[in-house]
């Protein structure tokens, strides 16, 4: 097995967590971030200790521009060779009609799901880029939509508005990426049990936990295992567009609960 270096932003829950866990299992070097350092530390040790590979953690906020390209300028050397970014920090917050929604939640959505996305994307594309290895893919960039990104639901308006960007700025990478032989897989997952809804609807449990009443969600492992298989196909082969959901939920409208 070829060690490799994996990027993850927003590692310090769900999908992200569960992605740090899944490659450092089969071997991999991590790269770790989020906004909350205590909990990106913890993550970091246990999983050394758990699978004996090297993780470093990388405190920053996404929308920081000046941090994000700071931080991953400056990685230590040995670091630097990137070939996975998992590119998953985001948040919906408020699901609220158009008029009445929160124009602060409107802003933190755009700026981490579109500005924090675009700035960490830059960044890391730019270390595969400069890449010297013409004959071989120089990285590999898999970028988290949302069936949000597909198709509109009544009060989703800016969070889905964030995700159509997500889908239409994956696309774009993919076009302009092409030269440098980067990979752009976009998945799109549906309804995944995480922090998600806790942090849209601002701490309250009850409401957080009804977005999953009888539907089996996907597991935050569920979207993992699919992000691994998609980095780990044979080097000539690309996932593009993966849309993944629980078998009681056809896109971002449709749902069939128990
Ligand atoms: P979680 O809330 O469980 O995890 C979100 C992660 O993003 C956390 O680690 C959080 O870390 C990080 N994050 C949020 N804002 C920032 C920021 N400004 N800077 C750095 N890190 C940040 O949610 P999920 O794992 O479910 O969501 C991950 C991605 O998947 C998001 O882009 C989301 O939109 C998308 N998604 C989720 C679905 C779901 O149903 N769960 C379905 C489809 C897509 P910290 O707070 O420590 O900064
Ligand atoms: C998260 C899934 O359906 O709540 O992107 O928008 S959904």
Redesign the pocket.
């Known amino acids: 097995m070829m060690q490799k270096i994996i990027f993850i932003?927003?590692?310090?829950?769900?999908?992200?967590?569960?992605c740090a866990y899944k490659f450092a299992a089969a071997g991999h070097k991590l790269i770790i971030?989020?906004?909350?350092q205590e909990?990106?530390f913890e993550i970091a040790k246990e999983i050394e200790k758990k699978y004996n590979t090297a993780v470093m953690p990388l405190t920053?906020?996404?929308?920081d521009e000046n941090a994000v390209f700071e931080k991953i300028n400056n990685v230590p050397q040995e670091w630097k060779n990137i070939d996975v970014l998992v590119n998953?920090?985001?948040?919906?917050l408020g699901r609220d009609y158009f008029e009445e929604a929160s124009l602060e939640d409107w802003n933190i959505m755009i700026?981490?799901?579109i500005k924090?996305?675009l700035y960490v994307a830059k960044a890391v594309s730019q270390i595969m880029a400069a890449k010297n290895n013409n004959a071989g893919c120089k990285g590999h960039i898999i970028n988290?939509?949302?069936?949000?990104g597909k198709d509109v639901y009544d009060r989703g308006n800016v969070?889905c508005g964030?995700?159509f960007a997500?889908d239409a700025i994956s696309k774009a990478m993919r076009v302009d990426l092409l030269r440098h032989q980067i990979k752009v897989t976009a998945i799109?997952?549906?309804?995944?049990?995480?922090?998600?809804?806790?942090?849209r609807f601002k701490g309250d449990e009850a409401t957080a936990k009804s977005v999953y009443d009888g539907l089996n969600?996907?597991t935050?492992e569920d979207?993992a295992d699919t992000i691994f298989y998609c980095a780990t196909l044979p080097e000539n082969v690309c996932i593009n567009d993966l849309t993944i959901t629980c078998l009681r939920q056809a896109n971002g409208i449709y749902f069939n609960r128990e």
């Open positions: 932003s927003g590692a310090t829950s769900g999908f992200g967590k569960a971030n989020g906004r909350r909990r990106l920053f906020d996404v929308r998953n920090a985001g948040l919906a700026d981490t799901n924090g996305f988290l939509g949302s069936v949000a969070y964030t995700k997500v799109h997952p549906g309804a995944a049990e995480t922090e998600f809804s806790l942090v969600p996907l935050a979207v």
